[in-house]
């Protein structure tokens, strides 16, 4: 006796119909689309006053588009502001800054989590985020004082206050990144012989390169686009920075608003840049250092 058996049919099921679009997803793109506005309009008032001669810029529309564009505007905002000299002391300070930043927080970071047990580490970092919440003004007397009594009225001043500024909140952030890192790829380094400073080099610092990558895009915005701490400290004006610079042609009477405009926007490239090359990595770093 043979049982024949036969393949049931199956019913064709049809996809489920799309869902509206719901309340809660519609907000958060509200809001994202109004932040992205704010940032992109200013951006382009920027370059279209930059491509605009006087005339056009005087007709009063100045969100309309350039009916002849004049580059010629950077070649002379380059002239102007000698972007040559204020371009190098920025890259400078900026340099110094982005390395100070990423290098001192990561060392103090690792060696305050992996010595939490002891009450001296738990002082010192709780010491230095205390630093956070003292005003700035309250310091700006002081730190021009000690510079100029320290001989370091100069770019490499402002550099190295960047880096004391930065040095509580870019700690805090590498601290919460290195507590995700297992530790037994230190301990085994140890093991076979390694110092602490080969365990941290060969082994901690290359675990954390989102966090820095991101701890270094945002010192470099915040050091390129300084003004203030340039400006009180740099005693020498063949030695201030872009923004600086800007600043005292704006202030001139032989100011051309277009020309100001392209010295803007000749500013604005390298941060641009440097963000859209390091966005990955600054929300890779920030999401890592979020998560215990």
Known sequence: ????????????????????????????????????????????????????????????????????????????????????????????????????????????????????????????????????????VVLVLPQIKLMSALGLDNPLGVAILHIMFGLSFNSLLFAAYIRNLPEELEESAALDGATPFQVFRKIVFPLLLPMAATVGIFSFLGSWNDYMMPSLIISDVEKQTLPVVQASYQNSLTLDINVAFASYALAMIPAVVGYLVGQRWIIAGVMRGAIK
Do not use: Q
Request: hydrophobic share 55%; proline share 10%; with cysteine.
């Open 1 to 136: 006796m043979t049982t024949t058996l036969e393949r049931p049919d199956h019913a064709r099921t049809e996809p489920p119909p799309l869902a509206p679009p719901r309340p809660y997803r519609l907000l958060p793109t509200t809001v994202l689309a109004i932040g992205s506005l704010v940032v992109l309009v200013p951006l382009y008032f920027v370059l279209a006053m930059a491509l605009k001669s006087g005339a056009n810029s005087d007709a009063g529309a100045g969100f309309a588009l350039p009916t002849d564009p004049a580059f010629g505007n950077f070649a002379t905002a380059w002239e102007l502001v000698n972007a040559p000299r204020a371009f190098g002391w920025s890259v400078f300070i900026s340099a110094i800054a982005v390395a100070g930043n990423i290098f001192l927080p990561s060392m103090f970071a690792w060696a305050v989590v992996r010595n939490w047990e002891f009450r001296f580490f738990r002082l010192c970092f709780i010491s230095l985020l205390g630093a956070m919440f003292i005003p700035f």
